[in-house]
């Protein structure tokens, strides 16, 4: 009724109002600013473009520039992209200027709903907050290396064996890869973090937590979340209920808790946070540990099982290297220790992995005016995003078949010890130092293990008959590694070399660490 009074003049005037009122809060653009970008669509055109394909939106425009940062107007805001690893070192030399902070704060309120009280004390220091966001990334770094890492590393083979033997005892069968790798990498890794009283034995609380994450852009968006975004926010509350019920029933005084886990609730608890906002911060944690190691895993899985020959290298590459097998027993043993060390095409083809499925964007804000590299103006107030798909692809750092996948992209050139050093910031998979991701180690080790197991068990044949691309969920925004969004049903068969031998892990040797590249 009140849409039918509005005449099509009073409405085209209106529509122009709201137009030049956006344009004039916009200002104009700065000639020394990164290039702008026209959209095909005037003023909201970016916009789509990153709503309908999120991060690939960014490589796909990115041929109107040779530029290596451009500038998108996103109506009453500008983003600068940085599409080249020469600008990613620039970036980084400009970390208190151009920082992640903002996101942090962010995402704890927007992610986990922390808010009010809760969330000042965990906003940087540079917007009034007290900084609790940082000293809890401080806090957990150390506990990710050494013995925090070993045993954590320990906890998540004691669980991820059975939960193997289980996958392969009734084989041959037909089952779906990425659910299958959602299932075993929630229960081995939150059971490495939370240990015995560990929340996600529950089947809900599970279940909850991914329909929760898979939902993240509704939640973010933070329009009446517990009415336009009803499911998911319950599916949230959920998880909360149950981090903070582990808390209560001395989760974290048991033995089997994780250093990290303890660091975290420790430094929240001496800042005077409450139980329930730890309990929502943890819920976040979550999303972190689990968001991009199951995709990685199913990932790492396609491209060597889809190439028969890197198939066969990586096998008998394992089996000289990184299998013992017990004299008295016949128990065959994959050493985790010996696949660090020893496994060099291995390690190397996981990481391929990271860089050809990456579809992170590591973001930050700009606090003040700053001039990046001596040549481009970024304006106060502004975001800045590192576009992953553009900078793993190079061709300056990987060749002129850097979109193509290649298992022996980080070998290491023995004569030559710096070679992959300027590859270093064209890598963005574990995000952009000073802010990479503390738990690269972990992760690695859980995804080789999985893989390793599973190469020298068993084949897998997809339903189809050949490897096929499976469309991707670009809406799994917490996810830097874009999962599918299909199912990818494939078949597993025992190998007849091996069938009827124990296998188990064991992890050897002194290095707690892959030596992994990070941008």
């Excluded at 070192?89 to 995402?107: E, N, Y």
């Excluded at 075993?184 to 929340?199: F, H, M």
Aim: hydrophobic share 45%; proline share 6%; net charge neutral.
């Amino acid at each position: 009724m009140i849409a039918s009074a509005i005449s099509p003049t009073a409405a085209a005037v209106v529509a122009l109002v709201i137009f030049f009122i956006v344009l004039v809060a916009r200002g104009q653009p700065d000639r020394r600013e990164p290039p702008h970008l026209t959209p095909r669509v005037p003023l909201v055109g970016h916009a789509l473009g990153i709503l309908c394909y999120g991060v690939p939106y960014y490589a796909k425009i990115a041929h109107q520039t040779s530029a290596p940062i451009f500038t998108l107007d996103l109506l009453v805001n500008r983003l600068y992209v940085v599409n080249s690893a020469r600008m990613v070192a620039a970036v980084q030399k400009s970390h208190k200027i151009i920082a992640f902070d903002p996101f942090l704060t962010a995402a704890a309120n927007r992610m986990a709903g922390i808010n009010g009280p809760g969330l000042r004390l965990l906003q940087e220091t540079q917007a009034g907050g007290k900084g609790v966001n940082q000293e809890v990334l401080h806090a957990m770094i150390p506990t990710m290396l050494g013995s925090g890492l070993d045993q954590m590393n320990r906890t998540m083979l004691r669980k991820l064996g059975p939960l193997l033997d289980d996958m392969i005892k009734d084989a041959p069968k037909t089952l779906d890869l990425h659910q299958w790798c959602q299932r075993t990498i929630t229960t081995a890794s939150s059971e490495a973090i939370w240990g015995s009283k560990n929340p996600f034995r529950s089947e809900k609380v599970r279940e909850d937590f991914w329909y929760f994450e898979s939902h993240l852009s509704i939640l973010l968006a933070k329009i009446f979340p517990s009415v336009l975004a009803r499911k998911a926010y319950l599916a949230r509350e959920t998880v909360v209920k149950a981090m903070l019920e582990f808390a209560k029933s001395g989760g974290y005084d048991d033995e089997a808790c994780s250093e990290l886990a303890i660091a975290r609730r420790n430094t929240q608890v001496k800042a005077g946070a409450s139980d329930h906002d730890i309990a929502r911060l943890e819920t976040a944690l979550n999303i972190g540990v689990l968001s991009n190691t199951v995709p990685s895993t199913f990932w790492t899985l396609f491209d060597i099982y889809s190439r028969p020959q890197l198939l066969q290298q990586v096998r008998s590459e394992i089996e000289e290297n990184a299998v013992v097998v017990d004299p008295m027993t016949n128990v065959h043993s994959i050493d985790l220790g010996a696949i660090r060390g020893s496994c060099p095409i291995f390690v190397s083809a996981f990481q391929e992995s990271l860089r050809v499925h990456s579809n992170g964007a590591p973001t930050r804000m700009v606090y003040e005016d700053v001039v990046l590299d001596g040549s481009y103006l970024l304006k106060a107030g502004s975001v800045l995003q590192m576009s992953a798909p553009s900078i793993n692809s190079e061709q300056r750092h990987w060749g002129q078949q850097a979109a193509d996948y290649n298992p022996l992209h980080f070998q290491k050139d023995a004569a030559d010890v710096s070679a992959n050093k300027p590859r270093a910031s064209s890598f963005m998979s574990f995000g952009a130092s000073p802010n990479i991701c503390p738990g690269r180690h972990f992760a690695a080790a859980e995804i080789l293990s999985v893989a390793a197991m599973l190469l020298m068990r068993v084949d897998m044949i997809p339903v189809k008959g050949y490897w096929w691309t499976p469309r991707l969920n670009a809406w799994a925004i917490a996810a830097s590694m874009t999962p599918p969004i299909e199912e990818y049903p494939v078949k597993i068969v025992p190998r007849k070399e091996v069938q009827g031998i124990e296998w188990d892990f064991v992890v050897s040797g002194k290095k707690d660490r892959f030596e992994l590249i990070t941008g």
